[in-house]
């Protein structure tokens, strides 16, 4: 692991951002990884410039043991360190003997975090053993791995809570943990219900109990949950506190209600309090990354997420779109290039003609002389709006609407029938078929196809039916690919009889681009959906 | 308006929850209300206990005038004062003939929230007038709507941003509103940048200027958005400085990265900060409530979202679980019960057999004597888990496969063969239909049953098709309702060739529960979770 020997030797840096995607992170309802997608994570977190990856449990969790053993092969880390999570020794057990902690050095992890239980209800109600041998576990088994070379963090959990209720107790088990070595002391929430004053009460505190104790030199981290909605605060109330060590996870994951977003903190703390964590450069790539982690992990990024959300710098009141023509600045709190993010004019019957004209430039349309097609574009968009479309998310179709109000819109068949199929067979076999018959334009002329597919499902089989009607008159339509179906069925409380919205990503021929349809069913909102991304896909390359 | 006279006669609360979701929570991308929905959410944000219900911007927005109108009829309010939001008068123009000042009389809201600029640079770069005259704006209206009867609050917009530039002004704008009449003073941090430090600061300060102004009676509010993250924090921080109103949007609705969640307030205010603003009966109803607001609005209550969402008390870890069976307490920061949600045992492949083993409990099976049956269903839950199925939402679907396991899985039928089509005839017209054959069980036999169904979409054709073939036997099939449908592409990146989860709701007999399905297209995956409702429903019925 050469990467990380050189890793080592470099100095320590100064403040460490701690990402626990791949450990707590993990916890969180819905998010399942693969090793696969471990490992692809991992890389785009280092790209992030987390200065730490905790990259699991080995030992405990299977999957995080087989993480760590292909980690040491295939995972070339340019920046960040990587982190094994475990616990302190089981009590009564001796050190030596301890399955896990030797799981733990088996992962070749240069650094290793251990939770160590720090509110004595947890030790004697959970772990059923004295505060006394507590902090000899504690004790020894950060001993053992700082004797083995490795670099050890301790996560006192339930830190706040148990301070609460026994500050002595608690603060104990830091100093045994830094009297023994490790070199940063997490102070956890793990029930997450702290609020910021109380974090700063309680970490101020603490500071003179170690300073009492002798070991005021510990460095401090901190480690949020977001049960009261202030995880981020919390994590900024320790650092003005004096923390130097934030963990957290990129995009707010973890059970219940998460761990403090990794990607606000890191924007906060840079571009709000002047820390510099990380190059001008890193930090703009901070939403595509984010966005990037989001789709591997299969829970995107939240529209409202902040800083990298699609909706973060998104504005849709008309009395808005008007001040920001005059100044950008007037109306956002920060450049969203700085995280690359960017501004974006929504769509919606509350715009208006200024925001039509807006979007309208942002697509390469100048339409500031036009406002009678304005005022019929913002009723064309109310008026479709009214009936389930959505254009926020669907740029090329706005684009669509836009010329057709231009009276330029692009066509490349007329449809005359399709239909499509699905069954399950009297053996049990599952087939989807789909037939499309169309005229074909194109040279001035029409012909007519009809063309059949079969496919993994009635849509799946109609968007290769249409392909096949289209393919010979437009061989362009194979360029492009359907990256991205998304359905939203709009009024859901009525059961299987409600509208569907469909929201289609097509990328191909160096574009990438987002068409919606919409129908009493997901086939039908799916076909126009379809066939609006291969109207407008042709369109674009100039057919 | 007997009921808003009747209000308006009680004295005024010690400390205000003002919910902005019909007027600023609109301004979410994705959100848009019809007037029935706004009339349906104000009387949820009624039985929620909030003060104030801010029911959108008169004479600007249609849909707004139209809801004041109807609300004076139809809206039965037994606790908040209804207000309209809207503008000072325009520049140059005499507050007797603002068009828009008189709608906002005409709305007949006893409370009007005036928003004035409040930033220099916005009255001079964004309303192109002097400070003076927005000054004048500002006094001239307040005085006009008290002196018509009208309770009036000022939200100071751009407040805090503006402070910072040129406190004197901004100061100003708040005296000038305070001495013409104006009953609270809302501190907007417009762009929402601000972290809770700097909030205290700023709110400290002025409180000293207020008083130098003659005006340290003046009460303020805050009004916080959450593009840093902190818009709980902030407002918290504005509380612990004296502010004694707080705006938000119920689920933190609206523009960009949303309101402050007043749910999360609430709550922290109540059960951390020990204002008692609700009976613990309301608060108790608040999770019950939220979701019904995100049912209407069609923007779920995020699983995340601290108190409310799905996920917020919601175990997932082994490690966890086993604590949690000693003592509920140890792992949760307050009693889910206070607030109307509930602890919750998520299955799932880190769950292990403690997790199952409460899931069991949970559905009313004492497994605590299986170990094997445990081993046996852990094993099938996370095989299963690993092809897409998911029974964190689908505790129906979940009991099947607990019944399947103790070999006492109930069946009413054996499918033979189904078949659903859609098509776009030559005339233009959309057909849906579907055939399903099966022998249904029953009394010792079984009898051949062919049914076919049109619908409004393939989906809804098989239901009614299923239902069609079961109904002569179990006639109780017809007693149930298919309520909320809700599809899910796995593997979006792979176009419309991906896998597809869906998950119904399905009500009737009095039971409400969730089925799951995972197939190739949503047609399959839709027929087994609706196939499971009915089994389910049926065993449910005692059938």
């Keep these: 692991m050469t990467t990380h020997d050189a890793v080592k030797a470099a100095p320590i840096p100064a403040f460490h951002l701690y990402d626990t995607t791949l450990r707590d992170g993990s916890q969180q309802e819905g998010l399942t990884l693969s090793v696969a997608d471990k490992l692809a994570v991992a890389r785009h977190l280092d790209e992030l410039g987390m200065t730490y990856i905790e990259g699991g449990w080995p030992g405990a969790v299977p999957r995080d043991t087989e993480f760590f053993a292909r980690a040491a092969g295939e995972l070339e880390l340019h920046h960040a360190r990587l982190a094994a999570f475990g616990a302190t020794r089981k009590a009564g057990v001796a050190v030596e003997e301890d399955l896990q902690v030797a799981a733990l050095v088996d992962s070749g992890a240069p650094t290793i975090t251990l939770v160590a239980k720090s509110d004595l209800r947890h030790v004697t109600g959970a772990l059923r053993t004295t505060g006394e041998e507590n902090l000899a ?17 301790v996560d006192a959990e339930h830190f706040f809570d148990g301070f609460v209720h026994d500050a002595d107790y608690t603060t104990s088990v ?24 109380q974090v700063t009460e309680i970490i101020e505190d603490l500071g003179s109990r170690l300073e009492a104790a002798g070991v005021g030199e510990a460095r401090l981290g901190a480690h949020m949950h977001n049960d009261t909605g202030c995880a981020v605060a919390n994590t900024l109330a320790a650092v003005r506190a004096g923390i130097t060590h934030v963990q957290g ?75 920001i023509r005059v100044d950008p600045d007037l109306y956002q709190h920060t450049d969203p290039l700085l995280v690359g993010n960017d501004m974006r004019m929504i769509i919606s019957d509350m715009a208006g003609r200024a925001s039509i004209e807006l979007k309208g430039r942002e697509l390469g349309f100048d339409l500031a002389g036009e406002p009678e097609l304005l005022s019929r574009l913002a009723a064309a968009v109310k008026q479709r709006e009214a009936v389930g479309y959505s254009y926020e998310a669907a740029d090329a179709s706005f684009e669509l609407l836009l010329l057709d109000a231009l009276g330029q819109v ?12 699905s069954q399950l067979g009297r053996d049990g076999t599952l087939e989807s078929e789909a037939t499309v018959k169309l005229l074909a334009d194109g040279e001035g002329e ?38 991205d179906f998304k359905v939203r069925i709009l009024d859901a409380h009525h059961g299987t009889d409600a509208t569907t919205r469909v929201l289609v990503r097509t990328s191909g021929r160096g574009l990438e681009f987002q068409t919606v349809g919409v129908g009493p069913n997901v086939i039908e909102a799916s076909w126009e959906a379809i066939y609006d991304a291969y109207t407008y896909g042709l369109f674009k390359s100039g057919v």
């Design 137 to 153: 576990m504690v004790r020894e088994t950060v001993e053992h791995l700082v004797g083995l070379g490795r670099e050890v963090f």
């Design 174 to 197: 830091l100093v045994a943990a830094q009297e023994a070595g490790a070199r940063v002391l997490v102070l956890c929430d793990t029930n997450g219900g702290m609020l910021p004053h």
């Design 249 to 323: 996870c990129v995009n707010g994951y973890g059970e219940r209600t998460g761990n403090a977003d990794l990607v606000t903190l890191m924007a906060n703390l840079q571009l709000k309090m002047g820390l510099e964590l990380l190059s001008a450069e890193t930090l703009g790539e901070t939403t595509r990354i984010a966005h990037a982690i989001g789709e591997i992990v299969n829970m995107p990024v939240a529209a409202r997420a902040p800083y990298a959300g699609a909706s973060a710098f998104a504005h849709k009141a008309g009395l808005h779109a008007s001040a």
């Design 410 to 421: 692009p066509s490349y068949s007329t449809v005359e029938s399709w239909r499509a199929t």
């Design 446 to 483: 029409h012909e007519r196809k009809v063309a059949i597919a079969e496919g993994n499902g009635p849509v799946n089989a109609l968007d290769l039916a249409l392909r096949a009607a289209l393919r010979e008159r437009h061989p362009e339509v194979d360029e492009f690919e359907l990256r």
